[in-house]
């Protein structure tokens, strides 16, 4: 049962445009939210996170949204770059116990020119 | 500063064959765990630990093992590699204490092949 619920698998946008993907949890225990960057052949990176109380987290063109009634949360990349194109992964964090780690299935982005 | 390093980078096994993938990380992180990542699938959580000798399992651990003797060694064995099991695995870990954001360090992972 996946836990965190991402979509779409993958994203066509042009240069200039908002990406815009959209994950879903369902544990009320996850306390933070991370979003994850991957280009091909290396390890994720974390990109930008957001905490539970906060509607809305901006860095650069980056920005989180976060719905916590419907527990749904989102990444816009406005003004998409050819250099956006990776894999995204949304996560969801507990601080507490072990403090693991689930992520969603991912989506490829590719901006084209 | 290497980060998290992982070896190898590459492997093709045949079936029933076993190996180990290994695990190092030099920013003396306690915390550290085996994903593998599969199309579609996203990241799954194998198996982790919470430092030297605490050792427990994730989502997907059947057919491997891992071992934490030291503070900067987390090896993976598979003890009869399968099909299944061919998947390209990341290495992370993240920093010990209070206030976890969710931050792991991922290693560049190692791409296995099962025959």
């Known amino acids: 049962q996946q836990q965190v619920k991402q979509s779409p698998q993958s994203l066509i946008v042009q240069k200039g445009g908002i990406s815009i993907i959209n994950c879903a949890y369902e544990n009320t225990a996850f306390d933070y939210f991370p979003w994850y960057q991957q280009f091909p052949g290396k390890g994720p990176a974390l990109l930008i996170a957001?905490?539970?109380?906060?509607s809305e987290k901006k860095e650069g063109r980056f920005t989180i949204s976060f719905n916590k009634s419907a527990k749904q949360f989102s990444l816009h990349i406005m003004d998409s770059q050819p250099g956006d194109s990776a894999t995204y992964f949304c996560?969801?964090?507990?601080?507490?116990?072990?403090?693991?780690?689930?992520f969603g299935t991912g989506t490829k982005l590719q901006v084209i020119p | 500063n290497a980060g998290v390093t992982q070896t190898p980078k590459f492997q093709v096994l045949k079936t029933g064959q076993s190996m180990t993938l290994q695990c190092a990380q030099d920013?003396?992180?306690?915390?550290m765990s085996w994903y593998r990542q599969d199309p579609g699938m996203g990241l799954r959580l194998i198996h982790y630990?919470?430092?030297?000798?605490?050792?427990d399992q994730g989502e997907v651990p059947n057919g491997y093992n891992v071992s934490r003797s030291t503070t900067e060694d987390f090896p993976l064995r598979l003890l009869s590699a399968a099909p299944s099991q061919t998947s390209v695995y990341f290495c992370?870990?993240?920093?010990?204490?209070?206030?976890?954001?969710?931050?792991?360090?991922f290693g560049e992972g190692s791409r296995l092949t099962v025959l």
């Open positions: 920013m003396n992180h306690e915390y």
């Open positions: 992370a870990s993240r920093a010990p204490g209070q206030g976890f954001t969710g931050e792991l360090f």
């Open positions: 957001i905490r539970p109380d906060v």
């Open positions: 630990s919470v430092g030297a000798g605490i050792t």
């Open positions: 996560a969801a964090a507990t601080s507490g116990g072990y403090q693991k780690v689930t």
